[in-house]
Every structure is written in structure tokens, then in C-alpha cells.
């Protein structure tokens, strides 16, 4: 056993079983943004953001000039691509009798959001929602639009407001209630 000056060392101390081993981590599911990227300008088929110098944005003045430039080349931004292969970063679970009463209200709110964090990044999108009676889920691409939803909601509907980042994983689960 290895002695410091305050004793023991932690490491003595601490047995094999308790460190984290290599074997129980998951595969790594991060997306990378680097696949597919080409020279010039392209515009996003689906949702007609631009990329231009690897740099996604967003210019609805612009987007159906490029359409039939020829020189433009037609692809899939990385918020369609990580739509398309399911990589979702953030959850948000709204759980409430609120959402039957302001249902509209609630519904312009998150959509809200979404359109402004796309304007600013491109990746930022809901990909899933799923509603029942006094409860909904949205699955978005990002931790950050799953934490702007879910404070924007707490702002104007006050409740309580829990955001949880997994440990390990680029993901964050986001609950509110509202009694």
C-alpha cells in the first residue's frame, strides 16, 4: 500500500470492481457534422437552409435563388440528418392538465422557440412529439432547444421546472409539471 503524507492514497483504498470499466460504456453516438461536407454552397432540400464555408444558416430571401442555381449543390442540412437517423439530444416532458385548457397557446409557444433557435442554428429542430391527454414529449436535436423549450414554458406557465443532463451522453431530459 502507497503512503502519502495524510496516509493511505485513495487508489490503495479503493477496489478493482468499484472503477469504472471500458466494457460497460456505450458506443459513442455523437454526430458528426464533417461526412459529406463539399466545396461551394449548398441548400438543404427539405428545409432550405443554406451552408456555405461549412456553416449552416438560415435566409428564406435567398434560399429559392440558389434552388435553380446549377453551381449550388442539394443536400441535407445536419438537422434533417440527424432527424433522418434518429439522433435526438434533448427530451422535453410537459405533464399537466395546463396543456388540455392552453393547448393552443402552449402549442405557438414551443413552436415559437423552435423557429428562433433554427433561425439562429439550423440544427436546432423538433423531431418527434407525442401527445396524450395531459401530457406531451417533444424530442429535439438539441440539448439546448430541450432546455430554451422547457424554460420558455416555465416562464410564461410557472410550474416546476427540472432539467436533468444525462452522465456521460450529450443528451438532457427536461420535466415540467404544473399542478
Known sequence: MSRTAFGTSTKARVKPEA?????KLYGDRRFNNKTGASEGRAVCWRCHA????KHWYADPREAPSLNDDKFVHQTLCPGCLRIKERLYEGQVVLDSPLLFEKN???C???KHTEGKAWHDNPASRIAYTAASENKLELLTTTRWLATRIGKNIHKA????LEIKPCFREKFVRVYWTHP
Request: aromatic content about 6%.
Open 19 to 23: 472503477l469504472p470499466s471500458v466494457e
Open 50 to 53: 443554406i451552408g456555405s464555408a
Open 104 to 106: 393552443e397557446e402552449i
Open 108 to 110: 405557438a409557444l414551443i
Open 157 to 160: 406557465f410557472k410550474g416546476k
